[in-house]
Nanobody, 121 residues
Framework: QLQASGGGLVQPGGSLRLSCVAS????????VGWFRQGPEKEREGVAC????????IYVDSVKGRLTLSRNSDENTVYLQMNSLKPEDAAVYSC????????????????WGRGTQVTVSS
């Protein structure tokens, strides 16, 4: 099972930390991608952390504001989101794939339920 959590309502400029928790398997063996889908928008890959070496990639619109990290003891990948903007509002989901990261959602094998992020004053 894969579960994203940590979403909520935050003002512009605020921060949130999203969690992607795995149960029943070791998350360290997989690349973990975060995707978001806003109202009337296509799903967009925003960040990914690889399985080996922990290499991270980010879409240009979030570089410098979002940071991925792993906690192996907690079998969790975190997405720290700072300086949030209204355009960041979306349902954020995490997904796993074998091998290296990809921004193509069809490459991912398993998805968790998303969490809503709302950025509004």
């Amino acid at each position: 099972q894969l579960q994203a959590s940590g979403g909520g309502l935050v003002q512009p400029g605020g921060s949130l930390r999203l969690s992607c928790v795995a149960s029943g398997f070791n998350l360290d063996y997989y690349a973990v991608g975060w995707f978001r889908q806003g109202p009337e928008k296509e799903r967009e890959g925003v960040a990914c952390i690889s399985s080996v070496g922990g290499t991270t990639i980010y879409v240009d619109s979030v570089k410098g504001r979002l940071t991925l990290s792993r906690n192996s003891d907690e079998n969790t990948v975190y997405l720290q989101m700072n300086s949030l903007k209204p355009e960041d509002a979306a349902v954020y989901s995490c997904a796993i794939m074998s091998g290296s990261c990809s921004r193509i959602s069809e490459m991912y094998d398993f998805w968790g339920r998303g969490t809503q992020v709302t950025v509004s004053s």
